[in-house]
């Protein structure tokens, strides 16, 4: 079976903020300094406007938006609750050793990320897992956010405000 064809269920709506509401810490695999990725925006928001412990890895990188990031999910000084992964499908399967051997909760796969043997392995060792979803996009949609994050204005126009 391929991976574009989708077998496995996520969790709902419900069970998402569940996870969200239990978690308390949160590590950012593939975090990146740069702006224009995705994973610099998250994490931007996260220490913003959650309340979570945010913790960044990347064995590349030594500091993002003002925090020390670490090489591995191993060098954390906390067990995080919950693996954000932005990193290539390849990646995945190392990512969830690293989160088994943490011990984490939740491995979250960011949106465009979907492996069906990476979220069996993961749910067979008692992690919860979210494919294909942004952390920040759910926190918002949860918590009343989505404007703030960009989302959902109510304006529906290709103009600018006028200032």
């Known amino acids: 079976m ?3 064809t989708r077998t496995w269920q996520g969790p709902s709506a419900p ?3 569940r996870i969200l509401r239990s978690t308390k810490s949160i590590a950012i695999v593939g975090a ?3 702006q ?3 994973s610099y925006f998250v994490a931007t928001y996260l220490l913003s406007s959650s309340p979570y412990d945010v913790y960044f890895v990347n064995p590349r990188a ?6 020390p990031v670490y090489p591995s999910l191993a060098d954390l000084p906390v067990v995080p609750d919950l693996v954000d992964v932005f990193r ?3 990646d995945l399967p190392t990512v969830l050793d690293e989160t088994i051997a943490v011990g984490a909760k939740t491995l979250w796969l960011q949106l465009g990320s979907w492996h069906e043997d990476v ?7 008692g992690l919860n897992v979210v494919m294909d979803r942004c ?3 759910e926190h918002a949609r949860f918590h009343g956010g989505l404007h703030l994050a960009g989302f959902d204005t109510g304006v529906i126009s290709s103009r600018r405000a006028d200032r």
């Open 15 to 17: 069970e998402r903020l």
């Open 88 to 90: 290539r499908h390849e």
């Open 119 to 125: 979220a069996r392995k993961a749910e067979a060792a």
């Open 135 to 137: 952390v920040k996009i």
């Open 36 to 38: 224009a990725r995705a």
């Open 62 to 67: 030594t500091e993002i938006l003002g925090h």
């Open 32 to 34: 990146s300094a740069n």
């Open 2 to 4: 391929s991976e574009t």
